[in-house]
């Protein structure tokens, strides 16, 4: 069963001064299926709290359906069964977080018999047990966002929307909250985040979905990022003369050297034999052999700004480049 399901969403808005409607939605279709960790990715304008806002009910759309549980998205039902992170939400700063919480859990429909040890629970699983009884209004950004994420997950919802969950996040946080989707995930919930820490959604996501200007250009699974044509073999050597690396040139894209080891970049998967043989013929030492393939980063920017800058990057990460090691 799709949990999500968006098809051929259109959306326009008025200018502040003329009067003509400028379309920021092109057809934008979707699903997320139960279970599943579902990314949606895109530049600053794309679309993206758009589409959030209309997921949930809070803007109408110009056209097209969206279906939440398989029912009209908006609905009470639905609706209750959703927990939701805005990128920048509000929080009452006179209020601590064990009252924020409870006021929260109230309005998800909590009983008020199970809440006190509900949101006691919550809030460790966040992090913010120490400070329960501590004023919002003293909370660094990321207690803050925490305390968002403690909200969002209160009520147990089935389908988690989040709008940049990793903001204000140091390291530990960002690992805590990664954490914490992959353990909802594994109890079956379904997560549909935006983010622009890409690492962190390829770490996620199942599947990834790009927007570029209104528009759903991509949608790529974890798989197959995995097995894409472009992917390389990095082969890791000690011991390595300028006599090996001559017999193995025509099949490496580039060779960098660290310290002792040096590491080549095979052209392609079909070449490793050779290049192990090769080297291994000369005496090298083999260290280490790695797949290699294209970060989401490297789509992502192919995507919005066209494909030459994946190999630009590629190139870049290369740098720097050595013919040989001086003996």
Sequence with gaps: ????????????????????RREVLHGVTFYAGSGEILGFL?????????????????????????SVF?????????????????????FYPHLTLREFLHFCGRM??????????????????????????????????????????AQTILHDPDLL????PFSGLDPLGRTMVRDLLLELKGRGKT???????????????????????????RSIGLDELMSLEK??????????????????????????????DITFLVKSRE????????????????VRIEPQHATLEEIFISEVTGRGKMEAVRSKEREPVVSGRKE
């Design 70 to 90: 398989e029912r009209p998205a908006g609905e009470r039902s639905v609706m209750a069964r959703i927990g939701y992170l805005p990128e920048n939400p509000y």
């Design 42 to 66: 895109g530049p600053n304008g794309a679309g993206k709290t758009t589409t959030i806002k209309i997921i949930l009910g809070l803007a109408r759309p110009d056209s097209g359906l969206v």
């Design 108 to 149: 998800s429909g909590v009983e008020g018999g199970s809440i006190a040890t509900l949101l006691s629970q919550t809030a460790e699983r966040v992090g913010l047990a120490a400070s329960l009884d501590e004023r919002l209004k003293g909370f660094s950004k990321g207690m803050l966002q925490r305390a968002g994420l």
């Design 191 to 217: 997560i549909f985040f935006s983010s622009h820490i890409l690492p962190d959604m390829e770490a996620l996501c199942d599947r990834t979905c790009i927007i570029r200007e209104g528009v759903i250009v």
């Design 271 to 286: 070449f490793v034999r050779a290049v192990v043989q090769g080297l291994y013929h000369h005496g090298a030492e083999i």
């Design 161 to 164: 929307i989040l709008d940049e």
């Design 231 to 260: 992917c390389m073999v990095e082969v890791t050597v000690r011991h390595c003369d300028r006599e090996a690396v001559e017999a193995v040139g025509d099949y490496i894209e580039s060779m960098l050297e660290r310290g002792e």
């Design 1 to 20: 069963m799709n949990v999500l399901q968006v098809e051929e969403l259109r959306k326009s808005f008025r200018g502040e001064i003329s009067l003509a």
